[in-house]
């Protein structure tokens, strides 16, 4: 089943459940699925397309819980996370800090790269690769430390 169809499916059981938070995380998904559909007038999304659809509402999601935090607003942070998680469920695993190292390193042997302007080059060659699959700030991150800061 695709990832439409899930988005689908579980906001009518969040509609019987009478789960608000859910619903409106749900609603929100699914608006976005809809609108990239109408871009080219589309009935169905990949699932790859889908999750960097998702990825995005995921950081935003995160931003919007710092700034809440920020504001002393407990309830909307409370809010917040609850959609975070919605959100996670149709998110695929990222790779962990020891995977993505390798990934970096093995970036790094492929593309040549030698100093730290090659840091370009080296996320070009992981985002190619392991995009989705792969937090690309701590790839970043790792990749900086590891062709000297």
């Given at each position: 089943?695709?990832?439409?169809?899930?988005?689908?499916?579980?906001?009518?059981?969040?509609?019987?459940?009478?789960?608000?938070?859910?619903?409106?995380?749900?609603?929100?998904?699914?608006?976005?699925?809809?609108?990239?559909?109408?871009?080219?007038?589309?009935?169905?999304?990949?699932?790859?397309?889908?999750?960097?659809?998702f990825r995005?509402?995921?950081?935003?999601?995160?931003?919007?819980?710092?700034?809440?935090?920020?504001?002393?607003?407990?309830?909307?942070?409370?809010?917040?996370?609850?959609?975070?998680?919605?959100?996670?469920?149709?998110?695929?695993?990222?790779?962990?800090?020891?995977?993505?190292?390798?990934?970096v390193e093995?970036?790094?042997?492929?593309?040549?790269?030698?100093?730290?302007?090659?840091?370009?080059?080296?996320?070009?060659?992981?985002m190619k690769?392991?995009?989705?699959?792969?937090?690309?700030?701590?790839?970043?991150?790792?990749?900086?430390?590891?062709?000297?800061?």
């Open positions: 089943m695709s990832i439409v169809n899930q988005v689908s499916d579980q906001m009518k059981d969040a509609m019987k459940a009478k789960e608000k938070i859910r619903l409106a995380a749900l609603r929100s998904m699914r608006s976005l699925l809809l609108n990239e559909m109408k871009k080219d007038n589309s009935t169905d999304l990949s699932d790859e397309v889908a999750v960097g659809l995005r509402l995921e950081k935003q999601r995160l931003e919007s819980i710092d700034a809440f935090e920020a504001a002393g607003r407990t309830e909307q942070v409370e809010a917040e996370r609850t959609e975070l998680a919605v959100i996670r469920e149709f998110l695929p695993q990222l790779a962990d800090e020891a995977a993505t190292r390798n990934i093995a970036a790094i042997a492929s593309s040549g790269a030698a100093a730290k302007g090659d840091l370009g080059r080296v996320m070009g060659v992981i690769e392991h995009k989705g699959k792969v937090d690309g700030t701590l790839a970043r991150t790792i990749a900086a430390e590891l062709l000297g800061d």
